[in-house]
Each structure stands twice: as structure tokens, then as C-alpha cells.
């Protein structure tokens, strides 16, 4: 079970996923998130479905990617998931039976100019993704939680906060999904940051539901007919209030995790 997302933001790509895994009855903790090296820059991968199969499908690319001499480091992992995948999955005696054989990647790709692309494959295929992609169980309610909230441009910081919230939200509404949570951005002056998403998600159980409450208030006031002006600007004191409120207790707590990082290096880390 698996949520993994990610998010181009105007400075590179961010890339997260949870760590929950399940075999048969038992629940155990792994890493989703693959960093690797290409000609000096870091791109990474992450993979939800069928672990084993996906986890040997990225380690091959890995292997290949370090051998060749080839400049084009799509072509590489797009030759080598479509062999990879044929092999374990289509040929797979299963195949078409069992759907616990497939597995899905999202990848970050460095280019040669210095810029960093994010792909997301559909069985042997791989498309690019222009905002935001996910995978895994979660990914419907996460897109539909994202919507048109992740829009080209956003700031790392900006992606960051979208990203937390996404995985707080799907960790509480969708089973199979859990912390602890990975988050890297893979920036295009090469750089790699390692964030906590334990400051958010504190923030998130505190006051989402909150705010959830006040600002589904306030719009269905605003469509009540029966409801007075006096009403519904009433409604909007409490709602501006609450706002002015969350922003108060943020600013409290010096979330200075934007500002530091858990990680940040010039190299792969996984």
C-alpha cells in the first residue's frame, strides 16, 4: 500500500511518499524513495504497487544509468522498465489473474541543461507529468485532494506545505497509507533537500478539521437564501477570526524547517 506523489515547483521537483508496506497480515516500514547519480546531478525514484518487482526494476535502472555512456538518461530507464516490465509482470504466469504483479514509478529525471523533469509510468510507458502525479492506493483521493491547489510556479516552500497537507490528509482517510513520511526536492542548481513533515502534520491534526468546519460554514451560509446579510456576516467574523487565529499559532511555532532542512547535499542520499 502505497501513496507517492510529486510536484514540479519553479526551482525543481519535489518528490514524497509514505513507508507503509503490507505483507499478508503483517504491516512493516521501508524507504519508497531512490536517489541516483546522473553525470554529476541527482535524479530519483519512487515506486508503489508490487515492491519486490518494482524495487529490482529500480535498481536495474540504477545499475544501467552508472554503465552507460549515453546522454540521454530517459532513454536508458525507458528501455530498461520496458524489458523489466515484460519480464516480471507480462510474462508473469498471473498476469491478467492477479493484480498484486503491478507496480507504477514516479521519476526525476536531470537534464543536461541543468533542469530536472518528472515522469510517471502507466505499466511499460512513461509519460511527463506537467504539475503534479501520484501512485499507490492513494492516489485517487490525493489528486482529488490536490485539485488545481498545484499550479506551475509554486515556490519549494509553497509545494512543501501542499505536499504535508496531502500526506497528513491521506494518511487519515485512506487505509494502507501511513508514517513515517519521506520528502525530497531535487533542485535545479543540482542540490538535494531532506525535509520533516512532523511540524506540519502536528499543525495539520490541530487545526485542519477546524478549519474545515468554519470554511464549510461560511459557504453554505452563503447560499442559504433564508439567511440574513446580518447571518452571514456574522459568519464571516468567525471565519476570519479562526483564520487569523491558525496563522498566529504558525507563526508561534517558528517553523523553521522551511528555512533548514533535515538534509541538503550535493550528492544522492537515499
Same mark, same amino acid.
Request: net charge negative; aromatic share 10%; charged share 25%.
Given at each position: 500500500?502505497?501513496?507517492?506523489?510529486?510536484?514540479?515547483?519553479?526551482?525543481?521537483?519535489?518528490?514524497?511518499? @509514505?513507508?507503509?508496506?503490507?505483507?499478508?497480515?503483517?504491516?512493516?516500514?521501508?524507504?519508497?524513495?531512490?536517489?541516483?547519480?546522473?553525470?554529476?546531478?541527482?535524479?530519483?525514484? *519512487?515506486?508503489?504497487?508490487?515492491?519486490?518487482?518494482?524495487?529490482?526494476?529500480?535498481?536495474?535502472?540504477?545499475?544501467?544509468?552508472?554503465?552507460?555512456?549515453?546522454?540521454?538518461?530517459?532513454?536508458?530507464?525507458?528501455?530498461?522498465?520496458?524489458?523489466?516490465?515484460?519480464?516480471?509482470?507480462?510474462?508473469?504466469?498471473?498476469?491478467?489473474?492477479?493484480?498484486?504483479?503491478?507496480?507504477?514509478?514516479?521519476?526525476?529525471?536531470?537534464?543536461?541543461?541543468?533542469?530536472?523533469?518528472?515522469?510517471?509510468?502507466?505499466?511499460?510507458?512513461?509519460?511527463?507529468?506537467?504539475?503534479?502525479?501520484?501512485?499507490?492506493?492513494?492516489?485517487?483521493?490525493?489528486?482529488?485532494?490536490?485539485?488545481?491547489?498545484?499550479?506551475?510556479?509554486?515556490?519549494?516552500?509553497?509545494?512543501?506545505?501542499?505536499? *504535508?497537507?496531502?500526506?497528513?490528509?491521506?494518511?487519515?482517510?485512506?487505509?494502507?497509507?501511513?508514517?513515517?513520511?519521506?520528502?525530497?526536492?531535487?533542485?535545479?542548481?543540482?542540490?538535494? *533537500?531532506?525535509?520533516?513533515?512532523?511540524?506540519?502534520?502536528?499543525?495539520?491534526?490541530?487545526?485542519?478539521?477546524?478549519?474545515?468546519?468554519?470554511?464549510?460554514?461560511?459557504?453554505?451560509?452563503?447560499?442559504?437564501?433564508? @439567511?440574513?446579510?446580518? @447571518?452571514?456576516?456574522?459568519?464571516?467574523?468567525?471565519?476570519?477570526?479562526?483564520?487569523?487565529?491558525?496563522?498566529?499559532?504558525?507563526?508561534?511555532?517558528?517553523?523553521?524547517?522551511?528555512?533548514?532542512? *533535515?538534509?541538503?547535499?550535493?550528492?544522492?542520499?537515499?
Amino acid at each position: 500500500m502505497t501513496i507517492a506523489a510529486g510536484f514540479v515547483h519553479r526551482d525543481g521537483v519535489l518528490l514524497c511518499a @509514505d513507508t507503509e508496506e503490507q505483507q499478508g497480515a503483517m504491516k512493516t516500514h521501508r524507504p519508497k524513495l531512490v536517489t541516483f547519480d546522473w553525470k554529476g546531478r541527482v535524479g530519483a525514484f *519512487a515506486f508503489a504497487g508490487n515492491s519486490n518487482f518494482a524495487l529490482s526494476t529500480v535498481q536495474k535502472c540504477k545499475t544501467r544509468l552508472e554503465a552507460t555512456s549515453k546522454q540521454d538518461a530517459l532513454e536508458v530507464i525507458e528501455g530498461t522498465l520496458t524489458s523489466e516490465y515484460t519480464r516480471l509482470v507480462f510474462k508473469h504466469p498471473l498476469y491478467g489473474a492477479d493484480s498484486s504483479m503491478a507496480f507504477s514509478l514516479l521519476i526525476v529525471i536531470p537534464t543536461s541543461d541543468g533542469g530536472t523533469h518528472l515522469f510517471k509510468s502507466d505499466e511499460a510507458s512513461l509519460q511527463m507529468v506537467e504539475h503534479f502525479g501520484a501512485i499507490g492506493i492513494g492516489d485517487t483521493f490525493a489528486r482529488h485532494l490536490v485539485g488545481k491547489s498545484c499550479m506551475g510556479g509554486m515556490s519549494e516552500r509553497r509545494t512543501l506545505q501542499l505536499a *504535508a497537507y496531502m500526506l497528513k490528509m491521506t494518511e487519515e482517510n485512506v487505509p494502507g497509507c501511513s508514517r513515517p513520511f519521506h520528502i525530497k526536492s531535487l533542485r535545479t542548481d543540482g542540490s538535494v *533537500a531532506d525535509f520533516s513533515t512532523e511540524l506540519l502534520a502536528e499543525y495539520t491534526d490541530k487545526w485542519g478539521s477546524f478549519y474545515d468546519v468554519i470554511s464549510r460554514q461560511l459557504f453554505f451560509n452563503a447560499m442559504d437564501e433564508c @439567511d440574513g446579510d446580518q @447571518d452571514f456576516e456574522e459568519n464571516v467574523h468567525v471565519f476570519l477570526t479562526g483564520v487569523r487565529e491558525i496563522r498566529k499559532s504558525w507563526r508561534n511555532r517558528r517553523p523553521d524547517m522551511f528555512l533548514n532542512p *533535515a538534509h541538503t547535499s550535493q550528492h544522492p542520499r537515499d
